[in-house]
């Protein structure tokens, strides 16, 4: 199609066009009134015609993206069709601005509300994960706001629809978000893991943190290419924010990882990484929101537990219920109300005022409904989604045990070697390790399956910290020690 044709928006009988909203590398979005139901929707309308195989590819994977857009952190798709000039639309939910990246701009975000966001969106890209379908491009500008301010995810699968990709002739690298791809996704590897979106969602946390990409130099002027090559040959730079504890610095190290084998292999891991942060704040647990197909036979997939007593078990197109969060002491008779028009439209939770003398009222009703409800559950048909509720002591399991045994000694060569004991029996997980230095704040974390570690002796004495890394991803708490060094 020429290039005049592609930049018009379409015509689309039931909508009027109302003007353009942005524009990728593939596609344009255009703000529509859709006339029946009336309601202002986003239309993402590719720059390129389907016919054939393709017309069928487009088909699946708006199925796929309807399939998963019920999810409460994933942008909702109304419909899809072709134009009559060919192009591919999607008719989405309208969010308002400002998306992410708009905010971003201004300031960082809150540690509060960071891991409150990442934690809502890694449970949709898992979810994604599950239906079969890898994002390959989170980043702020793709997390959308609704009009209740919850954030949702764009853009699932629009580069599996782009086509052939073109011979490397350098304009591939700069339609790339390369502030946010992965090592392996800048050096040409087309296989897309979970593991990939575990990277670019880390990027964008550090981005809430700090205002930037992990490897972008704010206020700087340089090239893709230089911002690429230190995407895959630098360390992780720190933080640099006071607030943040050290802990999260570890799991973003992690997320982080040149080479994918050593980042959290699912998303799901990723979060409960963010929770067990949360944990430590002592900060509510966001629930991860997690959709389940009912295929069971696949072994690589992670398990629902669909007997957990705490899940919230809902139909794909039902509300989600937002979750109870268990306080870590007993609540108080006068503690304050939510705000009102805070929930999601899609998750809230209406309040009951139940006074003493519904008491009695009230149990007769709960037991003529559970009798109610057993008869009824050969009838029921099978859940399809589950909201998981955190534990109500540890929202991760038991906590991760610390190597045990850490001493060190220094050799002729100059060096010190540490060693230490496996934290338990049985164990099959990995380690971290650093180089405690007084005075500097050096997060990078190196990565080891042995029990040792060999640091350059420093004057007076040489430390280190060495970490615990469970196979779900779950880091322990540091042990230290230190050598006399003179």
Not at 80 to 109: H, N, T, W
Not at 217 to 228: F, M
Not at 302 to 316: M, Q, S
Request: with cysteine; net charge negative; glycine share 8%.
């Amino acid at each position: 199609m020429s290039g005049d044709t592609s930049a018009a928006h379409p015509e689309i009988p039931g909508y009027t066009y109302l003007h353009e909203l942005g524009a990728g590398g593939y596609s344009r979005v255009h703000l529509y009134e859709q006339h029946m139901p009336r309601r202002e929707v986003a239309v993402k309308v590719m720059d390129t015609d389907v016919a054939g195989s393709s017309a069928s590819r487009f088909e699946s994977e708006a199925n796929l993206m309807a399939k998963v857009s019920s999810h409460p952190a994933i942008l909702s798709v109304y419909g899809a069709g072709v134009s009559a000039d060919g192009r591919p639309f999607i008719v989405m939910e309208y969010c308002p601005p400002p998306q992410l990246e708009m905010r971003l701009r201004q300031k960082a975000l809150s540690i509060p509300e960071t891991l409150d966001t990442a934690i809502r969106i890694a449970g949709a890209v898992e979810t994604a994960h599950r239906a079969g379908i890898i994002h390959r491009d989170i980043k702020p500008a793709n997390i959308l706001f609704t009009v209740y301010r919850r954030p949702v995810l764009a853009d699932f699968g629009i580069s599996a629809m782009s086509g052939p990709r073109r011979a490397s002739d350098g304009s591939e690298l700069r339609g790339m978000s390369v502030p946010w791809a992965p090592p392996e996704q800048l050096i040409g590897s087309r296989n897309a893991e979970p593991t990939t979106d575990v990277y670019s969602l880390a990027a964008t946390v550090y981005a809430m943190l700090t205002g930037h990409s992990p490897f972008e130099t704010p206020g700087a002027s340089e090239g893709v290419y230089e911002l690429a090559r230190r995407i895959v040959k630098d360390a992780v730079p720190p933080l640099g924010r006071p607030d943040v504890p050290p802990s999260l610095g570890r799991v973003l190290t992690v997320a982080l990882e040149k080479d994918p084998a050593r980042r959290y292999p699912t998303m799901l891991s990723f979060a409960r990484a963010l929770q067990q942060i949360q944990a430590e704040l002592e900060l509510p647990t966001t629930a991860v929101d997690l959709y389940d197909d009912g295929q069971d036979e696949d072994a690589g997939r992670p398990a629902l537990d669909v007997d957990d007593p705490e899940a919230t078990r809902l139909g794909v197109f039902s509300r989600v219920e937002e979750p109870v969060v268990v306080p870590a002491g007993p609540r108080t008779t006068d503690d304050a109300e939510p705000e009102a028009g805070a929930e999601d439209h899609r998750s809230r939770v209406p309040a009951r005022l139940i006074g003493a003398a519904a008491v009695a009222v009230l149990a007769t009703v709960v037991a003529g409904a559970v009798i109610a409800s057993r008869s009824m559950d050969e009838a029921r048909p099978a859940s399809s989604f589950a909201t998981l509720a955190p534990a109500r002591s540890d929202p991760l399991g038991a906590t991760v045990p610390e190597p045990r045994d850490l001493e060190g000694a220094l050799g002729a060569d100059g060096r010190v070697t540490f060693t230490w004991e496996v934290p338990e029996d049985g164990w099959t997980g990995t380690y971290l390790y650093r180089g405690d230095i007084a005075g500097e704040d050096d997060e990078t974390l190196e990565p080891t399956g042995s029990t040792s570690a060999s640091l350059p002796a420093q004057s007076g004495s040489t430390c280190i910290e060495v970490f615990s890394v469970r196979q779900d991803g779950k880091i322990s708490a540091a042990s230290r020690t230190c050598v006399p060094t003179p």
